[in-house]
């Protein structure tokens, strides 16, 4: 069944197997009370748990509202929310997990309110809520101030960005198709960089501004089996550095602190803890991250004396200057002897 194509906002739902959450998501979006049309498109990726079953009573029930892209077989995420990034021509699109929720039902209303009246903006979000295996929390992702954010705030790492389940985004990027650089892989590691909200936040940050609101409109549910909380430090850590470096190479180069970023993930992984941490793992884990890490080194060295120089934050009082000037002089001449 095919949702209407005259929606102004596009849903998209990645699902596998979450038969135990769905329904709290699709609810949330059905109490929305707005004026502004919505379709959903679900990119079932071959869930074999009931989720199928759940979706299409909500079908049945909301005609003409929910797409629902089947699959005979695993893609994993990136290639099953990129089948979504590719049928979606709404003015906006948002991203909502299955396992999270919104909260607040006019969260559509007021974020369209808003972009449409900022035609300058490209990104609206606010306060989450995050749910440790079921069990309410007041901890929240954001602040407690409404926050405007442009690029270079990002590449000063100053930025205030919302989680996927609050992200509302003016549909610059995919309207007009999908740009190349997603269909033509040029890494192993951009299937990973490209899939989540760190990649969607950057692309439309880079088209415009994004503003942080400081109430909360939506729930992260945090379960034992999310991608990210199943990794330990080091392969956040990994992820984090071959993030940041994909996206250096994502903007041709043009960026040198995202490389910057991507180097001061790196210096971490190479603290003695963290060396010992991977000489520890598991054979094929230990090959696959030193694999990695040469990647890195190869991409780095060119560039090693101005990213040595930029992984450190200046301090601004006289007395800390000169402390950081004898460290930075101490550090490249160790450097230089071959003990760093």
């Known amino acids: 069944m095919r949702a209407t194509n005259l929606a102004m906002l596009t849903i998209i739902m990645p699902t596998y197997n979450k038969k135990a959450y769905i329904s709290d998501a699709l609810d949330s979006i059905f109490m929305q009370k707005t004026k502004y049309s919505y379709e959903i498109i679900i990119a079932d990726d071959c869930s074999n748990d009931g989720t199928l079953d ?7 029930q909301y005609p003409n509202k929910i797409n629902l892209l089947e699959s ?26 299955p396992d999270d929720f919104w909260i607040d039902e006019q969260k559509i209303e007021k974020a369209l309110d808003f972009l449409e009246a900022n035609k300058d903006f490209t990104i609206y979000a606010a306060n989450t809520h995050m749910h440790y295996n079921d069990k309410d929390s007041e901890v929240m992702i954001g602040c407690k101030q409404e926050k405007i954010s442009d690029f270079q705030d990002y590449l000063q790492d100053k930025a205030v960005l919302g989680h996927t389940s609050s992200c509302i985004f003016r549909n610059v990027i995919f ?10 892989l040029s890494s192993p590691s951009n299937e990973v960089s490209y899939r989540g909200d760190s990649f969607r936040n950057l692309l439309h940050i880079h088209k415009g501004k994004a503003v942080f609101m400081p109430y909360v409109d ?19 850590m990994m992820m984090n550095c071959m993030f940041f470096k994909d996206m250096w190479l994502f903007f041709e180069q043009k960026y040198p602190t995202l490389l910057s970023f991507s180097y001061r993930f790196y210096q971490k992984l190479l603290q003695p803890q963290s060396i010992e941490t991977i000489l520890s793992e598991k054979h094929d884990n230990f090959i696959v991250s030193m694999d990695k890490l040469y990647e890195l080194h190869s ?17 601004t009082t006289l007395k800390y200057k000169i402390l950081f000037s004898c460290y930075t002089y101490l550090y490249k001449k160790l450097t230089k002897k071959g003990f760093l």
Request: proline share 4%; charged share 25%; net charge positive.
């Open 299 to 315: 991409i780095y060295q060119p560039y090693k004396t101005q990213l040595q120089e930029n992984s450190f934050k200046k301090p």
């Open 218 to 236: 939506s729930v992260y549910r945090i379960t034992d089996e999310g991608i990210w909380q199943s990794l330990n430090e080091n392969k956040q």
């Open 175 to 184: 309207k007009e198709g999908l740009p190349s650089k997603l269909t033509t």
């Open 54 to 60: 759940i979706v299409r009573a909500y079908q049945m």
């Open 72 to 97: 005979t077989y695993n893609q994993k995420l990136f290639k099953n929310v990129l089948r979504a990034y590719a049928i979606t021509k709404t003015d906006y699109f948002c991203v909502l997990d």
